[in-house]
């Protein structure tokens, strides 16, 4: 039975597991600064350092939790968010006032800035600016954004992506990566701003910045969690909705693609040619092939001329390149296992390791990916009878991906 909390230690142990519910057991006294609110919970636990954790209750989902240890980056329910949970538990009797006080601290900070003078607020804000050098680079480039100053974009943007004070001797270790991640996405925020204010061109360059900036800084970060690369998913998608909307000049766009594709230095993820399918056009496409074809002749065993060609092939086809770095393998269509011109349960195995391929990775049009091969894997198993197996193979997934709110959401609206 679901306690006053809202969850039970049974909760806790079964999203942990046996060990880390154990060690977590003697991290109760190590919780501090409980913060409880309605539906979530934060506090900070001494270990190794301090890290911060939050527990959030979900009507649908019921419990998750973060955690900035190691262990909790990686997706875990950590031994830290299971004593908070354990603590939170303890004070079930107290819940109630305790819920009933955070609503009305809440409702007296957002009466007090109501009341505020404007000349207040920017008094405020600019104090806060002071002590959070990270908040007065997002704002500032917030500012530049509403401005459509291009200059000032890029220089804001620069500042935001260097690994510079995020670093220790030039690299940036893993415990601060997702810190790092977090300021990044304020790149993605400014092109998404930028193309629904009408600038969609300026958005295209920026975005095109953002994506060297960061490419150029991944190879200085310890991204084992995955963050910064869903901050270039993310990244990636924003100018794809920036050239949708600008529609460039199919033969310079063709000339980025190409260019990103054959670039020297780790971009994060591929530049997708299906997705520009349309946008390129026979014109593009055509551009593409030139470049592709010049390439190849001077490196005929070049990897990447040679990745470059599948792609265009796949492109000129109008199918969707293979997710994500390297070549993955081509991907069968249900559609030939359930015609019987291929096996079912070797088309099963490719999608499989495809959507292994993916758990890692973060970002809407990845989750799209993953909710197409998922479909496409259900086919297979109805093709085989053994549409059981898949339901326990999704259930899984999802419990395994909870964290994930987007993907759990895309997924849904496939009927997944």
């Known amino acids: 039975m679901t306690s006053s909390a809202g969850f ?85 009797d107290e819940l109630p006032r305790l819920k009933a006080e955070a609503k009305a601290r809440a409702g ?46 890029r220089a804001r943007i620069a500042d935001l992506l260097a690994v510079g004070r995020f670093s220790r001797y030039g690299y940036v270790e893993y415990a601060d990566a997702q810190v790092y991640a977090l300021q990044a996405g304020e790149a993605v925020a400014a092109v998404r701003a930028l193309t629904a204010e009408g600038q969609a061109a300026q958005a295209v ?51 980025w693609l190409v260019d990103r594709l054959l670039g020297d230095h780790d971009h994060l993820l591929e530049a997708e040619l299906g997705d520009y399918r349309d946008l390129l056009g026979e014109p593009g496409l055509r551009r593409v092939r030139e470049r592709a074809e010049e390439a190849s002749r001077r490196n005929p065993s070049g990897w990447a001329e040679k990745h470059l060609m599948k792609q265009l092939a796949k492109a000129e086809r109008g199918l969707k390149p293979p997710v994500g770095k390297g070549d993955r393998g081509a991907v069968l269509p249900a559609q030939v296992a359930r015609d019987g011109a291929g096996r079912p349960d070797e088309a099963l195995a490719v999608y499989r ?59 849904d609206e496939h009927g997944l």
């Open 8 to 92: 039970t230690e049974d909760d806790l142990s079964g999203l942990a597991g046996p060990r880390s519910f154990e060690r977590g057991l003697g991290y109760r006294d190590a919780v501090a600064e409980l913060d409880v609110g309605a539906q979530r919970f934060t506090a900070v636990v001494s270990g190794t350092e301090a890290y911060e954790v939050v527990l959030e209750l979900d009507e649908e989902y019921g419990l998750s939790g973060e955690c900035d240890c190691p262990y909790g980056l990686d997706g875990n329910f950590c031994k830290h968010c299971v004593a908070v949970g354990l603590v939170v538990l303890e004070k079930r």
């Open 108 to 153: 007296s900070l957002e009466s007090w800035l109501g009341s505020r003078s404007r000349d207040d607020l920017v008094l405020l804000v600019r104090e806060l600016m002071d002590s959070d050098r990270s908040l007065r680079r997002r704002l500032e480039l917030r500012a530049a954004t509403a401005q459509a100053d291009p200059a000032q974009l």
């Open 205 to 255: 360059a920026l975005a095109r910045e953002a994506i060297r900036l960061l490419g150029r800084s991944y190879d200085r970060i310890d991204d084992s969690a995955g963050c910064v690369g869903g901050v270039a998913a993310d990244l990636d998608e924003a100018h794809l909705e920036a050239c949708r909307a600008a529609a460039p000049d199919r033969t310079e766009l063709a000339d």
């Open 353 to 411: 390791r495809a959507i292994e391929g993916l758990k890692p990775l973060t970002g809407d049009a990845r989750y799209r990916e993953m909710a197409r091969l998922l479909l496409e894997a259900r086919a297979c198993h109805r093709a085989l009878g053994t549409e059981e197996e898949f339901a326990e193979d999704l259930a899984a997934l999802k419990a395994d991906q909870r964290r994930k709110r987007n993907l759990l959401r895309i997924l």
